[in-house]
């Protein structure tokens, strides 16, 4: 089968994309990315040229540019082209110059899929700087579109000449990297609208391609540097491997294809695993203590539940010790809480309210939480000392309903302050204390049957005061932080 052929079945059997599909081909002027464009034109498809001048080799950049667009005028199909200060982007955002390149071509990949010229129809614009935004001219924009007179659709995927010897390296790199299954199993033929047709064909393939073809295309002169860490992955480690194994780079080719299967069943096995133990509440996610605890393996599956809430690999084990830890403890991400409340992990958004609601049984002892610690200890009244300290609230277990909720105050809130035998709203009652914005926002309280029984470390609820009737009491002591 000719390297034509096993590229449609590749696209097919993927379904990379469909026949009718306009296609934006990302072009560096290489080998592999002229032997997609031949391929692409023999096999019917109807596509785009867009090339990224990253202007960090002097005249050879500008080199491959001009080659770039005298290969979209060969095949008479449109040109867009965008140059880029990589190395200036690199340092303000502090990335390699690999990861500065990767993040402003796919950028602006994306923007080329959803810009007016794709949407719009332009026939014959001058060449110059065009907003795709807008289409019309924009002497700050380092885009450049250049299209013949057919009419210019909207590109449905943007393709890529990624090859199996690429996606080699990029397995190699991702193991010594450190990574999961996800990492072993390499680069995927469409991961939304990227999409790598060429992952089924060695380098050797598509060189023999182009001779077969007589194909033209450019070196990039930076692929013999070592500093780049592909580069040595390609030209010094895998060679050297070789020499022990000549048939290493076809067993890695195999592992890919078995990682690939092997992320398939571990997928389907994570996803029976969350199936039990993740209960949706809103936008919280509630899991079960004892469940999670049996769970094997449980650093696997730990991870696999906290990774898209933006836990990286090293919280697992901090989200393990929640397990057996006291109520109110918690881990956090950029986005996320995890809090350990009574026998349930809750993952909930930072910014929701709910996340700020803790529960405390009548057997509970000590509760942990965002201004310190709570100590509850059940005394007789005969035994009790009284103290006149806002830290300190003594409380007739009689009249409480368990369980109980510790919850930032919200506005609406009232109580009626010990002493006082009207309600207050909190509001005012911040405003008679003399409570800064910070102090405000910084205070919880605590509450029986929906009825508020301390305004923590502030008053008590005069509904809930000990009398000379009562028996029990439940004294509660805030711990400060520190």
């Avoid at 060189?207 to 070196?219: G, H, I, R, S, Y």
């Avoid at 996340?355 to 005394?379: H, K, P, S």
Wanted: with cysteine; net charge positive.
């Amino acid at each position: 089968m000719s390297l034509l052929q096993r590229f449609q079945q590749y696209v097919s059997d993927h379904k990379l994309f469909s026949p009718g599909d306009t296609l934006l081909l990302a072009v560096s002027g290489g080998i592999d990315s002229v032997v997609l464009c031949e391929l692409c034109k023999q096999a019917g498809y109807s596509f785009l040229i867009a090339h990224c001048n990253f202007k960090l080799r002097g005249n050879e950049s500008e080199r491959d540019a001009a080659f770039v667009q005298q290969l979209a005028q060969h095949y008479q199909v449109p040109f867009l082209k965008k140059e880029f200060d990589t190395a200036e982007f690199a340092e303000k955002n502090k990335l390699s110059i690999q990861e500065a390149a990767r993040e402003l071509r796919y950028g602006w990949f994306a923007e080329i899929l959803k810009s007016e010229v794709g949407s719009k129809k332009y026939e014959n614009p001058e060449p110059g700087a065009l907003n795709p935004e807008r289409g019309t001219p924009n002497p700050e924009s380092s885009a450049v579109y250049l299209l013949p007179s057919a009419v210019c659709r909207l590109p449905s995927a943007v393709l890529t000449a990624h090859h199996l010897d690429d996606n080699i390296e990029t397995m190699l790199m991702h193991f010594f990297r450190g990574t999961g299954i996800h990492g072993l199993r390499g680069m995927l033929p469409k991961q939304g609208h990227i999409v790598r047709p060429l992952l089924f064909a060695r380098k050797q393939e598509l060189k023999q391609f182009a001779t077969d073809n007589q194909l033209n295309w450019v070196e990039d002169s930076s692929n013999a540097l070592d500093k780049y860490s592909r580069n040595y992955f390609r030209n010094q480690l895998i060679p050297l491997v070789q020499h022990i194994y000549p048939e290493a780079e076809n067993n890695l080719a195999a592992n890919l294809r078995r990682f690939a299967d092997m992320e398939l069943l571990y997928e389907q096995a994570v996803t029976l695993h969350k199936k039990k133990l993740l209960e949706y509440k809103g936008e919280e996610i509630h899991i079960p203590v004892l469940k999670l605890q049996k769970s094997e393996p449980l650093h696997a599956i730990v991870y696999e539940i906290i990774r898209n809430y933006g836990f990286s690999p090293a919280q697992v084990e901090e989200v393990i010790k929640l397990l057996g830890s006291e109520s109110g403890r918690y881990v956090q991400s950029a986005t996320h809480r995890i809090i350990k409340n009574r026998r349930w992990l809750i993952i909930a958004p930072i910014q929701l309210e709910q996340a700020q609601t803790l529960v405390i049984d009548a057997d509970e002892e000590r509760l942990v939480f965002e201004n310190g610690a709570l100590e509850l200890e059940q005394v007789e009244n005969k035994n009790i000392q009284l103290v006149n300290d806002p830290a300190i609230a003594l409380i007739d277990k009689s009249t409480l309903q368990f369980p109980l909720l510790l919850r930032k105050w919200k506005r609406g809130d009232y109580f009626y302050p010990l002493g006082l035998k009207k309600k207050k709203k909190l509001a005012r009652f911040f405003i008679d204390q003399k409570l800064s914005m910070t102090d405000k926002e910084k205070v919880w309280v605590l509450e029986s049957n929906k009825k508020i029984l301390w305004v923590v470390g502030l008053r008590i609820d005069d509904r809930f005061k000990i009398t000379d009737s009562t028996k029990q009491v439940l004294r509660i002591q805030l711990k400060n932080n520190g």
